[in-house]
């Protein structure tokens, strides 16, 4: 068995498994939970990845977005990743909330000490996806779809991006959607990745969707609080250079970003818009 | 201004306020989150009252029970009160998890030292709901139901049968059902109550039942999980003493108890089985 069962909780008529495993990416064990809808007994359930945001393990979405719900009602199955590697021993990983552990920034750090265990990237799109398969083979990692919130949100995008073809659809909540150009993206770009700025503009959804020609790419939702302060005050997740950005080539027009008034970067923003993303996402993973 | 609003969120159209006031009735600050629908512009909006269980606060069923959702869906305000008094600094209230600090057991307590503060019931059915139809007009607590978990479930029961036509439905999530004759029951009663077992069957949910002969009572939903340790190996909740009392008089058959497969005693099972027990009560409610 890859993965180890720690719980299996009924809930919303289908199973929610708190699993365990040892990654050889990341070097450590590792935390994932996922919702399997009813009838799982079908060999082939259509799976959602949803990215977390800095500071979460597994439980925080799992607890308070109520993706289950519509994972249920519509017959998805939802796997929640953790943040970073966590007890990699590195030292200066709890320093900050926004580097490190509960930081990993879903990309394949490059710089000592980090790059033996900061590989978020290939752990969430490739060993994690690859070993669920292995174990849950009822799950169908060949209709998958991605989603997340703030540097979730940017770990979607950018995983979309980069693997073309791999997912169906991808949505955000809040994402950081410029990294090069925030605070937050400077701090872990330039620890993770070093100077290069060339990379860093390979995990940056900004940048990366410049460069897509093909106009038959699904749409891409967004949501994102106009009372968040990341978002106004500190200008961490910068949605209007993305949108900007995907006016130029392909994706014109296929950037649906709503700004919604009142809400803040929070669980309670997040879980008042999932319906609308469930929604989106069911429409290219043939659930409708 | 009777309540202090320490944080006002938006969240599925609707907006959630974190209160704090000052209670005559338990002598301390007592803490409350209220969830107003969209539209409250509305001059009489309906109000479901959830009591929470053993150890919770109001943000505990606020970020993981769903209510929102449906509040919002179906246009019903959710009143999250406190479990207890907080900070009364009586000697022993922060000794065990089931008595005391976040145990308030929805009763009036006549014992000292508990009865200068412990008076969960008047303050919930009573001062609570005052302050606040006085402070938000726009709630209607002529048009009220109850509901609740677990300790917060037997509240329910017993605060529904305690005042006759005051609320229109009442439903509970694994509740204490018969709290006289369970470990959780006797601790509290008897120290809250003392030795007058009559005293304690004026709380309890399958005594009080006994005695209504109306049978124009609005149908009761329980849901119970079957895996619940505390339904089927610590005997905490017995809705089926419940039922069977149920069956004497004017409830017969009035009881709708379901006990589910798999379900624990969490919120995930709460989460759950929402949407049923919303739609319970806005049949009551005048919503459907």
């Given amino acids: 068995m890859l993965f180890t069962t720690?719980?299996?909780?009924?809930?919303?008529?289908?199973?929610?498994?708190?699993?365990?495993?040892?990654?050889?990416?990341t070097k450590t064990s590792m935390n994932v939970n996922v919702f399997f809808p009813p009838s799982t007994t079908s060999s082939s359930v259509p799976v959602l990845v949803y990215l977390s945001g800095l500071t979460c393990t597994p439980n925080n979405a799992t607890e308070k977005s109520f993706w289950q719900y519509f994972a249920s009602k519509y017959g998805?199955?939802?796997?929640?990743?953790?943040?970073?590697?966590r007890g990699a021993n590195i030292e200066g990983e709890n320093e900050s909330y926004d580097f490190g552990t509960g930081a990993g920034f879903y990309v394949d750090a490059t710089q000592e000490p980090w790059s033996h265990n900061y590989n978020m990237y290939s752990y969430v799109h490739?060993?994690?996806?690859?070993?669920?398969?292995?174990?849950?083979?009822q799950l169908n990692f060949n209709n998958v779809s991605i989603t997340g919130h703030s540097m979730g949100g940017y770990g979607a995008l950018s995983g979309f991006f980069k693997n073309p073809g791999k997912y169906k659809s991808v949505s955000a909540f809040a994402p950081i959607s410029n990294p090069s150009t925030c605070a937050w993206g400077e701090?872990?770009?330039?620890r993770y990745l070093g100077e290069d700025k060339s990379l860093w503009s390979s995990y940056d959804p900004t940048e990366l969707i410049k460069s897509y020609t093909d106009c038959n790419q699904p749409d891409i939702l967004i949501h994102q609080g106009a009372k968040?302060?990341?978002?106004?005050?500190d200008h961490q997740l910068q949605p209007e250079n993305f949108v900007k950005a995907a006016e130029e080539l392909g994706y014109k027009g296929k950037v649906l970003l709503n700004i919604v008034d009142g809400y803040d970067h929070s669980y309670f923003f997040i879980s008042s818009f999932v319906e609308d993303h469930a929604k989106h996402h069911i429409k290219y993973l043939g659930l409708e």
Same sequence: chains 1, 2.
Avoid: M
Wanted: net charge negative; charged share 25%.
């Fill in 228 to 233: 968040d302060p990341f978002y106004w005050r």
């Fill in 6 to 25: 720690d719980e299996e909780i009924t809930q919303f008529g289908g199973k929610l498994l708190k699993l365990t495993h040892e990654s050889l990416v």
């Fill in 76 to 85: 998805f199955a939802v796997v929640f990743p953790d943040t970073s590697p």
């Fill in 126 to 137: 490739g060993e994690l996806q690859e070993k669920l398969a292995q174990q849950f083979n």
């Fill in 187 to 190: 701090k872990c770009f330039g």
